[in-house]
Nanobody, 121 residues
């Protein structure tokens, strides 16, 4: 069955960096765009970054553009989110998911457990 396993979160000071990973199982990884979402307490889940199946096309939400980089390894069936210049507004649980389309359409699979990112001094 499909499984999405996020990791790499933690506590980081403002201005710091983190790299998140998402290992995917149970589907043809390179046939799907992969996305990173985040959900802060009391807020709706937000799509922050996406990458095409082949890894050529990327797209970012306005709140993270220029600070976050999404990339993927289609051999390891893993997608990454490199985050820099973090600020307290980036505090959230981060999730990955897949969709044949880059940005439009609902996620294809059930959510994993997510990984908590906390930006605080």
């Amino acid at each position: 069955q499909v499984q999405l396993v996020e990791s790499g979160g933690g506590l980081v000071q403002p201005g710091g960096s983190l790299r998140l990973s998402c290992a995917a199982f149970g589907f043809t990884f390179n046939s799907y765009a992969m996305r990173w979402y985040r959900q802060a307490p009391g807020k709706a889940r937000e799509l922050v970054a996406a990458i095409s199946g082949g890894g050529v096309v990327t797209r970012y939400g306005d709140s993270v553009k220029g600070r976050f980089t999404i990339f993927r390894d289609n051999i390891k069936n893993t997608v990454y989110l490199q985050m820099k210049s973090l600020n307290p507004g980036d505090t959230a649980v981060y999730y990955c998911n897949a969709q044949p389309r880059l940005w439009d359409g609902a996620p294809s699979f059930s959510w994993g457990q997510g990984t908590q990112v906390t930006v605080s001094s």
